[in-house]
């Protein structure tokens, strides 16, 4: 730790520089203000003394915990301490100054800044322990939104996992049966991280609520109306944040799919007898634009078919050199597995925490 001494005199300055050292003290002295700013935010700096007020008023917001000091010849102005005050100095000075005088009001200085540290450090522990219980709470409500796992409608099995960059998460899955013979599933992924982005998967819920309530037949069929009608709520809640999904309607009877996307990737995918197929296609997020419509498509889903979809944070949890090498990884690998714990264990869990991460994995079973 040590003291700044700013004066662009400095030879005028070696005189108080003299005696802070030889009171124990580790002054430096500097002529440029840039360069004081730059060893105050590299840390290390207990005070910047200084026999301009418009010189310390011109080095801003010193780093918590570093005091600023007029030093004055005599007089000291009236107007000069005013000025202080209002720069908000810790300190003035009238030299010369005896030694004892010097110590025990740099002390005093340094003592207040230290108790002053200890109390903002105090008062952060208690926010950042009030907004962790917060969040915790909130966590145990939005773990609460999420659906049975697994869950099973007729020969189809539904498992999930989501996986938190923070305590709260942006992504979100669904599915729940719409009729006797048709069930709806979603994986949605909101920009962003953290409470406010999870604060839209209550609002995804809510919809989810709303869709077995009040869904038209068409949209068993054409679930791009679906996507159309959650576009146009979230941009009539005003919220500022959009949102990529897939989403889909799987018919149980006729073992078919229909599925629509809004900028969610990466591609869900569907695993069968002849490989993987990538259920790709193009579409703007939700929230964004108005009056937007989204593409319907559908694919037969045999017995024995399974299919996955991910948010993009998974990615992360790749090792590989491009993004196109990381798709033929991940691509490889739920051709590969057939249940979520053999699929997980392929990925890189030591890199969590990095993206919101989730999964969705349909089995159409035996």
């Given at each position: 730790?040590?003291?700044?001494?700013?004066?662009?005199?400095?030879?005028?300055?070696?005189?108080?520089?003299?005696?802070?050292?030889?009171?124990?003290?580790?002054?430096?002295?500097?002529?440029?203000?840039?360069?004081?700013?730059?060893?105050?935010?590299?840390?290390?700096?207990q005070a910047v003394?200084?026999?301009?007020?418009?010189?310390?008023?011109?080095?801003?917001?010193?780093?918590?915990?570093?005091?600023?000091?007029?030093?004055?010849?005599?007089?000291?102005?009236?107007?000069?301490?005013?000025?202080?005050?209002?720069?908000?100095?810790?300190?003035c000075w009238q030299?010369?100054?005896?030694?004892?005088?010097?110590?025990?009001?740099?002390?005093?200085?340094?003592?207040?800044?230290?108790?002053?540290?200890?109390?903002?450090?105090?008062?952060?522990?208690?926010?950042?322990?009030?907004?962790?219980?917060?969040?915790?709470?909130?966590?145990?409500?939005?773990?609460?939104?999420?659906?049975?796992?697994?869950?099973?409608?007729?020969?189809?099995?539904?498992?999930?996992?989501?996986?938190?960059?923070?305590?709260?998460?942006?992504?979100?899955?669904?599915?729940?049966?719409?009729?006797?013979?048709?069930?709806?599933?979603?994986?949605?992924?909101?920009?962003?991280?953290?409470?406010?982005?999870?604060?839209?998967?209550?609002?995804?819920?809510?919809?989810?609520?709303?869709?077995?309530?009040?869904?038209?037949?068409?949209?068993?069929?054409?679930?791009?109306?679906?996507?159309?009608?959650?576009?146009?709520?979230?941009?009539?809640?005003?919220?500022?944040?959009?949102?990529?999904?897939?989403?889909?309607?799987?018919?149980?009877?006729?073992?078919?799919?229909?599925?629509?996307?809004?900028?969610?990737?990466?591609?869900?995918?569907?695993?069968?007898?002849?490989?993987?197929?990538?259920?790709?296609?193009?579409?703007?997020?939700?929230?964004?634009?108005?009056?937007?419509?989204?593409?319907?498509?559908?694919?037969?889903?045999?017995?024995?078919?399974?299919?996955?979809?991910?948010?993009?944070?998974?990615?992360?949890?790749?090792?590989?050199?491009?993004?196109?090498?990381?798709?033929?990884?991940?691509?490889?690998?739920?051709?590969?597995?057939?249940?979520m714990e053999s699929?997980?264990?392929?990925?890189?869990?030591?890199?969590?925490?990095?993206?919101?991460?989730?999964?969705?994995?349909?089995?159409?079973?035996?």
């Open positions: 730790m040590s003291l700044l001494v700013l004066d662009p005199d400095t030879a005028a300055a070696q005189e108080l520089h003299r005696q802070l050292q030889d009171l124990g003290f580790n002054p430096l002295t500097i002529a440029e203000i840039k360069s004081a700013q730059q060893l105050c935010q590299a840390g290390g700096v003394l200084s026999a301009s007020v418009t010189t310390l008023n011109d080095m801003g917001v010193l780093p918590a915990g570093t005091a600023s000091i007029y030093v004055s010849q005599p007089p000291l102005e009236l107007d000069d301490v005013l000025l202080c005050l209002q720069a908000g100095v810790q300190d030299l010369p100054m005896s030694d004892a005088e010097m110590r025990s009001r740099l002390g005093a200085v340094l003592m207040r800044m230290e108790q002053w540290v200890a109390g903002a450090n105090a008062e952060l522990l208690t926010m950042r322990t009030e907004l962790e219980r917060d969040q915790r709470a909130g966590q145990y409500i939005q773990l609460g939104m999420l659906p049975p796992n697994p869950m099973g409608i007729g020969h189809f099995r539904l498992q999930h996992r989501v996986e938190p960059s923070l305590i709260l998460s942006g992504d979100f899955v669904d599915y729940f049966q719409i009729t006797d013979r048709h069930f709806a599933c979603y994986v949605a992924d909101v920009a962003g991280h953290g409470a406010s982005s999870a604060f839209v998967t209550v609002l995804l819920k809510n919809f989810s609520r709303r869709l077995r309530r009040e869904y038209r037949l068409s949209m068993l069929r054409q679930p791009g109306e679906v996507l159309t009608w959650i576009n146009n709520e979230l941009i009539d809640q005003q919220i500022d944040k959009h949102v990529a999904m897939f989403f889909g309607v799987v018919d149980v009877q006729d073992s078919r799919l229909y599925y629509a996307n809004a900028a969610h990737f990466p591609p869900a995918m569907l695993v069968g007898d002849d490989g993987v197929i990538n259920l790709e296609q193009k579409g703007k997020p939700l929230g964004i634009f108005e009056n937007t419509e989204f593409q319907s498509q559908a694919v037969d889903f045999p017995r024995g078919a399974r299919v996955v979809v991910f948010s993009d944070g998974v990615l992360d949890l790749i090792h590989a050199d491009s993004l196109e090498a990381k798709e033929r990884q991940l691509l490889e690998t739920v051709r590969q597995c057939q249940d699929l997980w264990d392929c990925f890189d869990t030591t890199k969590l925490g990095q993206d919101d991460i989730s999964c969705l994995m349909i089995s159409h079973e035996y």
